[in-house]
């Protein structure tokens, strides 16, 4: 079906005294969508349109300031000319016409969610703006990628990629700008700001929209991105290859007693004792587990009930995974010197059987979720537990079997998951990698970044958002020194770690820690007011966020702050990846 706009603009623009109400009707929304010129190659179904009125709706969120809010969800279908049985389905949340600040916000998803519904649209109608989000053409917002991939085992489905990858959040933000242009009445000389914010899988939906079309957002916020996508996700089952290789499976309280040592230790080179470690970089260069070797540990009977995996907000356990509750029984011990083994392996990062660099891991004071093990009462004994996120990529996304699961990984080394991870890199390079480190357009265009990252993210490596950074700054300016490249770099483009911080969320273990929760008032501020941010404000003690390079260092016992440039902290986070013959970005 072909839809055909004849109304002129004026019939669809709310006036002056329009409210929620009269905007969130059917009609208003069929007459305000694209017209059918407007995207080749797109039929957009009129009928498909349906709207809910949701009024004083209490949201909360580290993404954004928690705040009652009201909105009109418009969804509609489109289908791509040419493909049989293609529906996409797109979601906008419209503010009330008073509320609305000429701005449109996209939002990302996470894991194989290609978008998080309305606990992170919300961020848009907080801000002022219509906030969109996209079910990929999957089936319904609900539905993954991983729910329509392989089309049968062997075949891959090549359009469920490419949407995932980048092609349906370009079709969501462009529709979506045209459709708040007509809801709102915005002539064409009139400005319509447009933001994106994402975190974790949104936070590489985000930088490829960044990477492919300069001009769509004036401002993009990402969080923790799943870049390098093929070794990402293969990254997650080097863990449990340690331990196999190894030979030894730490239990749930001997990660614990590592963890909570890591962190108590760690936490003073920053200058200040407040539970959390701001300078894991430091730990990572100074701290030495063999000490902790032959330390009683004791943990109570518990019962455990959790799940590992990227894409999970705040995930931050000690290192206990199961499917389903179970019973663990309390344990006596002491720390063994191959539980101290198998964290300084996962430390050092991926290595291969040649000794060459292959990937990094999460920085010390991070949680142990990749590597949790799991209780067996039959024998008494921990065992391997293998990562649930690590078996679906490999049996779905490389061996292409309909499956989420493997049998196990027996006769896996460290040869075997930098395969899987080239195989990866080399099938999706041009659709999930999303590493593309020439952002001139981007920048020449005057749009922004700010990128964030926990530097306690225990399913992204830190390390990973550093490389990207630093990969652009080199692309960009190859010809500066480093201190002037970083200076150029922030002219458009600025990058956070966040002390404490988890996988894209606050971490329990370092409560103190916090969050930054207004990046997006923080971006828009940047983008229509010119006031580029020098450091972040965050929700806990730490209320100043340094901006890459510069780390976090109190001095005065604990009573002076300053933002410090660190060479040997800020190679800690460089690795040579020279087990690959080309750059990897």
Not at 332 to 357: P, R
Not at 528 to 541: F, H, I, K, R
Request: charged content about 15%.
């Amino acid at each position: 079906m072909i839809l055909y706009i004849v109304l002129a603009l004026a019939s669809t623009a709310v006036s002056a005294t329009s409210s929620l109400s009269d905007i969130c009707t059917v009609s208003t929304a069929q007459a305000a969508l694209p017209s059918s010129s407007f995207y080749p190659g797109i039929t957009i179904d009129s009928s498909s349109v349906s709207v809910e009125l949701v009024t004083n709706s209490s949201v909360s969120s580290v993404w954004y300031p928690s705040s009652t809010i009201s909105y009109c969800n418009v969804s509609f279908a489109y289908s791509h000319n040419g493909i049989t049985n293609d529906i996409v389905h797109v979601a906008y949340l419209l503010p009330d016409p008073a509320d609305f600040k000429n701005r449109y916000v996209s939002t990302g998803g996470g894991g194989f969610a290609i978008n998080s519904g309305v606990s992170s649209a919300a961020t848009g109608i907080i801000a002022g703006g219509v906030s969109g989000y996209t079910d990929g053409g999957f089936g319904s917002f609900s539905t993954d990628l991983d729910a329509v991939f392989p089309l049968s085992n062997g075949t891959i489905n090549w359009q469920a990629i490419y949407m995932f990858g980048y092609q349906a959040h370009h079709e969501l933000a462009t529709l979506g700008k045209e459709f708040t242009r007509n809801v709102y009445g915005v002539d064409s000389a009139t400005k319509v700001y447009s933001y994106y914010q994402g975190c974790s899988e949104g936070g590489r939906e985000g930088f490829s929209q960044v990477q492919r079309f300069a001009d769509q957002f004036d401002g993009a916020v990402m969080g923790a991105p799943a870049l390098r996508y093929g070794q990402q996700q293969a990254n997650h089952y080097f863990d449990n290859v340690v331990e196999q290789t190894i030979g030894y499976y730490p239990s749930s309280c001997e990660f614990a007693l590592i963890l909570n040592y890591t962190i108590t230790t760690c936490d003073a080179y920053d200058g200040l004792v407040d539970g959390v470690v701001s300078r894991s970089d430091l730990c990572l260069l100074n701290l030495d587990l063999t000490d902790l070797v032959g330390t009683a540990y004791y943990c109570a009977e518990s019962t455990v009930s959790t799940s590992s995996g990227f894409g999970g907000l705040g995930a931050s356990g000690t290192g206990i995974v199961s499917s389903g509750a179970t019973t663990v029984p309390a344990q006596n011990g002491t720390v063994s010197a191959e539980a101290v083994q198998v964290v300084k392996t996962l430390w050092a990062g991926l290595k291969n059987s040649d000794g060459e660099q292959v990937y990094f891991h999460y920085q010390p004071g991070a949680t142990f979720a990749d590597a949790a093990t799991t209780y067996d009462n039959a024998t008494g004994k921990w065992g391997l537990t293998l990562n649930s996120f690590g078996q679906e990529w490999v049996a779905r996304f490389l061996l292409l079997q309909d499956t989420d699961t493997m049998a196990n990984i027996d006769n896996v080394t460290y040869d075997t998951v930098q395969y899987w991870m080239e195989m990866g890199m080399n099938r999706y390079m041009d659709s999930l990698q999303t590493t593309y480190p020439d952002l001139s357009d981007f920048k020449t265009a005057g749009s922004k970044i700010i990128h964030v990252h926990g530097e306690q993210d225990n399913s992204i490596p830190t390390a990973s958002s550093v490389r990207y950074y630093d990969s652009v700054r080199q692309i960009l300016f190859s010809n500066m020194t480093f201190n002037a490249s970083v200076a150029a770099m922030d002219d458009f483009y600025r990058l956070y770690l966040i002390p404490g911080g988890a996988h894209c969320s606050t971490n329990t273990e370092q409560p103190n820690g916090g969050w930054p929760q207004t990046t997006l008032q923080t971006m828009i501020e940047w983008v229509e007011n010119g006031v580029a941010p020098d450091t972040l404000n965050s929700t806990s003690n730490i209320n100043t966020v340094c901006r890459w390079p510069l780390r976090p260092l109190w001095t005065d016992d604990g009573a002076t702050f300053n933002c410090v440039y660190d060479q040997a902290g800020i190679d800690s986070f460089i690795y040579d990846l020279n087990a690959y013959k080309i750059p990897v970005y």
